[in-house]
């Protein structure tokens, strides 16, 4: 390090909480929780995977608003002026970072002003979904490709790469999406996706209180607003699963 | 339980043991492989995972051999016969179960002959790939949607549902292709894909000897051929990195 550099230069960690069940952590992120001289963590991480954070410096960085880009600068130059103080710095981000973890923004910016960045990957919400399923995303002769969109960043819905990502792939996971599902769904329809395509809805997947739902694209599963995210999943795959969970409301309604 | 089932019955536990680092088990894998009665493991598990598990029963299920079928279906009554032995069988398979991890044949099987049958989700390869380059594979304004694919399972080449997805989405992981690089090259260009589409080989991500080479699809990087496994990736997000890797090597090669 030059003279002129006096300050000391700490190592920035972007470490994927995966999908919200302690567990779930991976060992390496768990080590550094407990390791860490200063955490910036997603609004989303649960609070038993932030009790495993051992100094008192633990401050939430939610992006919840609707002013993406301001709260990016500021989360941007908390972590710059964190390196610069402490040789551990942990940036928490639900499930992995680098899925729709906005990650790029935070490592060049990092990067630019010659902070060492590692990322230690973790579970995403869509292998915890499929994990609470029990459904591969995959299988022989019926899926051998996977499409993970989410139709909230940037543009409109109509004509974009998410849509023709969804149309093209076997099976499709949906991030972000489970608040606005009505109109995913539609925009899928008129794309061309046939209405019966099967779904599954996951919310919470790996927490106690996780719940499944299924149906098909023109018949939606119901999406109960838990705490935790939700995921959408589409896909031939989840047909034999999402007719049993229909025949068996359709049975219950006979039978009331 | 039934009294004309006097067999025990236990749990298989089908467990993801991430890209091969240990610490990067969660650490549910890692308790689990500690706790269990009997571990049935993938070939490509590397060693220093291996040695975590604390029975004596382990036994190595690799199926690299091109008769998968008869495999699978032994595999299965292996998986079978030790849930009506023990409490905790663990099936270990590398990166994620749900995702090319076939664990829809064991499941379906195995739920069909009345075990239960627990996920537990791992780091899936392509998202150690991208922490090892330190490139996100979504970036705001340029790639809002990840396929994966892989070009081994099942059909030919030619009209497959990975080439369509490869070639909607804005940024592609390319599962078990590293052999056959140059043909799933030919085929993405011949597809639509542009000749200067950048791509990254990463090998062994994670690992110690792990490697990273860029290219184009016209101007593949070089594979290397290490033991672990190697995942291609993509898609413009990748377009920064590739040009900086490709300069420096010009660099070298006009100083040699």
Redesign the interface.
Same mark, same amino acid.
């Given at each position: 390090m030059t003279s002129n550099s006096s300050a000391t230069r700490g190592t920035v960690f972007l470490v *994927?909480a995966? !999908?919200g069940? !302690?567990?779930?952590?991976?060992?390496?992120a %768990? $080590?550094l929780l407990g390791e860490a001289d200063i955490v910036f963590y997603d609004a989303l991480v649960p609070e038993e995977i932030l009790s495993l954070i051992k100094t008192s410096k633990k401050t939430a960085v939610g992006k919840r608003s609707g002013r993406f880009s301001t709260a990016q600068n500021f989360i941007n130059k908390q972590l710059l002026d964190a390196a610069r103080k402490y040789a551990t710095v942990v940036r928490l981000k639900g499930g992995? !970072?680098?899925?729709?973890?906005?990650?790029?923004?935070e490592?060049s910016y990092l990067?630019g002003k010659g902070i060492s960045?590692? /990322?230690?990957?973790? /579970?995403?919400a869509a292998? %915890?979904a499929? +994990?609470e399923l *029990?459904?591969?995303?995959?299988? $022989?002769?019926q899926a $051998?490709?996977?499409?993970?969109?989410?139709p909230r960043? *940037?543009e409109g819905m109509a004509e974009?790469?998410?849509i $023709? %990502? +969804?149309?093209?792939?076997?099976t499709v996971a949906i991030y972000m999406g489970a608040d606005e599902i009505g109109d995913i769904a539609a925009a899928l329809i008129v794309a061309g996706k046939a209405m019966a395509t099967p779904v599954a809805v996951v919310e919470s997947a790996?927490l106690p209180g996780a719940g499944v739902a299924y149906g098909t694209l023109a018949r939606l599963p119901k999406v109960e607003k838990r705490d935790g995210p939700a995921l959408i999943l589409v896909g031939d /795959?989840y047909g034999e699963a999402a007719a049993q969970a229909m025949e068996a409301e359709r049975c219950r309604q006979a039978s009331a």
């Amino acid at each position: 390090m030059t003279s002129n550099s006096s300050a000391t230069r700490g190592t920035v960690f972007l470490v *994927g909480a995966g !999908p919200g069940a !302690p567990d779930l952590l991976t060992v390496r992120a %768990a $080590r550094l929780l407990g390791e860490a001289d200063i955490v910036f963590y997603d609004a989303l991480v649960p609070e038993e995977i932030l009790s495993l954070i051992k100094t008192s410096k633990k401050t939430a960085v939610g992006k919840r608003s609707g002013r993406f880009s301001t709260a990016q600068n500021f989360i941007n130059k908390q972590l710059l002026d964190a390196a610069r103080k402490y040789a551990t710095v942990v940036r928490l981000k639900g499930g992995d !970072p680098m899925l729709f973890g906005r990650a790029h923004e935070e490592i060049s910016y990092l990067v630019g002003k010659g902070i060492s960045v590692k /990322v230690v990957p973790g /579970v995403t919400a869509a292998l %915890a979904a499929s +994990a609470e399923l *029990g459904v591969s995303m995959t299988k $022989r002769g019926q899926a $051998r490709s996977v499409a993970f969109v989410t139709p909230r960043v *940037g543009e409109g819905m109509a004509e974009s790469s998410w849509i $023709r %990502a +969804a149309l093209a792939a076997d099976t499709v996971a949906i991030y972000m999406g489970a608040d606005e599902i009505g109109d995913i769904a539609a925009a899928l329809i008129v794309a061309g996706k046939a209405m019966a395509t099967p779904v599954a809805v996951v919310e919470s997947a790996s927490l106690p209180g996780a719940g499944v739902a299924y149906g098909t694209l023109a018949r939606l599963p119901k999406v109960e607003k838990r705490d935790g995210p939700a995921l959408i999943l589409v896909g031939d /795959v989840y047909g034999e699963a999402a007719a049993q969970a229909m025949e068996a409301e359709r049975c219950r309604q006979a039978s009331a």
